[in-house]
Nanobody, 117 residues
Framework: QVQLVESGGGLVQAGGSLRLSCAASGSIFRITALGWYRQAPGKQRDLVATITSGDRTNYADSVKGRFTISRDSARNTVYLQMNSLKPGDTAVYYC???????????WGQGTQVTVSS
């Protein structure tokens, strides 16, 4: 089992920045990829960014150039640095861990990000 706890969300003005953190515990060496997803009210949950165990990254087109995903193996934590935030970025952001090369997934409980205009 892998447990994920997100933090760092909050209210920020448009153009501002936030850094989200996702701390992993449990069988952390079973994780093969980590990702951030977001879901706004009435919307589907969408991919924001992913990072593999080999540090390969992938971003949604809407956040390229503004968001950066990274991980700190020593702290068992994945981060999402969000710059130049827009009101459209408002959502609950969820951390997801891919375990055993995609055979299982674990999700955090989410952290709210609200961007005011």
């Amino acid at each position: 089992q892998v447990q994920l706890v997100e933090s760092g969300g909050g209210l920020v003005q448009a153009g501002g920045s936030l850094r989200l953190s996702c701390a992993a515990s449990g069988s952390i060496f079973r994780i093969t990829a980590l990702g951030w997803y977001r879901q706004a009210p009435g919307k589907q949950r969408d991919l924001v960014a992913t990072i593999t165990s080999g540090d390969r990254t992938n971003y949604a087109d809407s956040v390229k150039g503004r968001f950066t995903i990274s991980r700190d193996s020593a702290r068992n934590t994945v981060y999402l640095q969000m710059n130049s935030l827009k009101p459209g970025d408002t959502a609950v952001y969820y951390c997801k861990a891919e375990v055993d090369s995609g055979s299982r997934e674990h999700w955090g409980q989410g952290t709210q990000v609200t961007v005011s205009s």
